[in-house]
């Protein structure tokens, strides 16, 4: 399990990171999300071990990565968003130097570079100079050097910038079989649909904190939640509103082009269970729609980037 | 036994450049012409007054050591500032400090396959220089201490190189660092020893001035070229101690200087591994832009 605890960054008089709190789960696919200069990757940075956090600590196993610069090293392959390539050197090459980096070499390193390039579908590439490579190619060899020492966490920043559908599937088919084989992967990006897609886990960052951190079905509860119950009923509405304004798990209701607009705590259940109220009470509902939630809005609401200042505001 | 993976990388990917065979041949082309041109001077001399000037021959022996010297003043800044900061900019130098390498295995990489590029391009020329040895003047002693002296003046060169592309963001300015610090180094020092000289000259008495001879001396042992130059006058037998020095200084001059360079060039090269070592706030002024 990695665990940020209170890590502060400040650049000059820039904040960075301000007492950033994070859990991740062994295991987790985890997406950091935010606007950029959120500190996505100055906290990828501080993880990785190329920068040292002003405070806080990185525990990784209960292991200081802060402090044991030999574990932090063993435990993290890191993918920086320039994907730091020699241009001189042949894909086969490249993987040898990383691997003489971690003190492979010989036969052991060669039979590990040929399992990884086989891994990554890049086998056929293998004497193929690194600038005659594609984006995607370069990517996933990236990928492939960076699991060299077989760390138990990968750290990929903004990894899918760049990339066009094609590579963006194939990465997100690779990271999903390293996870499979389990790998923690940490990734950054600023787009959320796309961790969305990829990840297991999602934390918003914004300000140098965490907004919200979670399991995906978490946030998207929670951002399902934020969006209202549309009802429209055909009779007795004074009735629909007593029963409405008594239910606890309704927070906010308003009337909108005859419909109550409900923004309702419950889940599924709850929503059933006072849908079945209204009809007990002899309210003839012909509509009730949650309205779908979208993480895009929802990541925007809780980042402060739209008009709208609070989530869920008092509309009556 | 374990090759410091940055110089077999650096010692593989030069080696199939064009970019040192180029240099070989330029640098040899340089070298050989020079001293093709003098030896022509000294034959034809012979021809015309059928008597040969040995000393001629050691005047050629001085053109063989220093032509090399001014060639890596003008051409080395441009191979040697790269070494960090090309790295930084490709992104790579992160990387690598995520790996099981250290800093200063990253510098010392740096440092060890610097010398051997340029290495291989003096030892290449090695053959020019020993043309002079069939006409003698010229003791083992004397190449070895001028071997020396070289290798020290290529050393502190490649020090402050990687110091300052470790300081810097772009190649070219450190480049332009590079050049600056040699400047002060090889000419500064001496303009300000001239200087002080002068000022020594107009009035002896006057404590700035014996202050200011004194410090411009010490400075001035820190200059390798000074040291070549003493070296090459005693192998000249032109006696120029009491020119510059006491003759304390004088014959103790290349030990002291060689002392002084070495010591500069471990503190650049300290100062480097400081200066891309994971830190705080210096990483991101130079380092990297994004948050």
Sequence with gaps: ???????????????????????????????????????????????????????????FDNVNLVKEERSAKETVGYVPDVLGIYDDMTVFEYMVFFASTYGLTGYIARKKIEILLEQVGMTDKKDFYLNELSRGMQQKLCVARALIHDPALI????????????????????LQELNSGGKTVLLS????????????????????????????EEILDKVEGANPIKIKVLNNENSALEILKNNKKVRILSVDNGYFMVYFDGRKLDEAKLLEDLVRNNVLVSE???????????????TNHSNESVIFSNEY | MNINPIYEREHRVSTRSLRLSTAILVFNFIVAGFTLIEMNGVVDYARKTSSIDYTSFLQIFKIVVFVPVVLLIFV???????????????????????TKMTAKSIVVGKF????????????SQLPISAILFLYGGITVGDIVKLTLNF???VVLLISMGIFCSSISRKTSIATALLYLAVLILFVGTLVLYFLAANSFNMNDKNFFSIVFIKVSKFILLFNPLV???????????????????????????????????????????????????????TWRKYGNSNL
């Design chain 1, 1 to 59: 399990m990695l665990e940020l605890k209170n890590l502060c960054k400040s650049y000059g008089r820039h904040i960075a990171l301000s007492n950033l709190s994070l859990t991740i789960p062994d295991g987790a696919l985890y997406g950091l999300v935010g606007p950029n200069g959120a500190g996505k990757t100055t906290a990828i940075k501080l993880i990785s071990g190329i920068m040292l956090p002003d405070r806080g600590e990185i525990l």
């Design chain 2, 76 to 98: 080395g800044p441009s191979f040697i500032s790269g070494a960090i900061s090309d790295e930084r900019h490709r992104g790579t130098l992160e990387i690598l400090l995520t």
């Design chain 1, 189 to 216: 990006s600023h787009i959320l649909s796309e961790v969305s897609e990829i990840c297991t886990d999602i934390g918003i960052i914004e300000g140098g904190k965490i907004i919200i951190s979670g399991s995906v």
């Design chain 1, 155 to 174: 750290i990929m920043d903004e990894p899918a910038s760049g990339l066009d559908p094609r590579a963006r599937y194939e990465l997100k088919e690779l």
């Design chain 2, 151 to 153: 290798i020290v003046f």
């Design chain 2, 112 to 123: 060890l396959s610097l010398m051997a590029s340029i290495m291989i391009i003096l030892v």
């Design chain 2, 227 to 281: 040291s070549m130059d003493f070296l090459l006058s005693k192998i000249m037998g032109e006696d120029s101690s009491d020119v510059l020095v006491s003759l304390f200084w004088y014959n103790n001059w290349f030990y002291i200087n060689m002392f002084l360079d070495l010591s500069l060039s471990v503190i650049f090269l300290a100062l480097s591994v400081v200066k891309i070592k994971p830190h705080g706030k």
């Design chain 1, 288 to 302: 009730f729609i949650r309205e779908p939630g979208s993480l895009e809005s929802f990541f925007i609401k809780v």
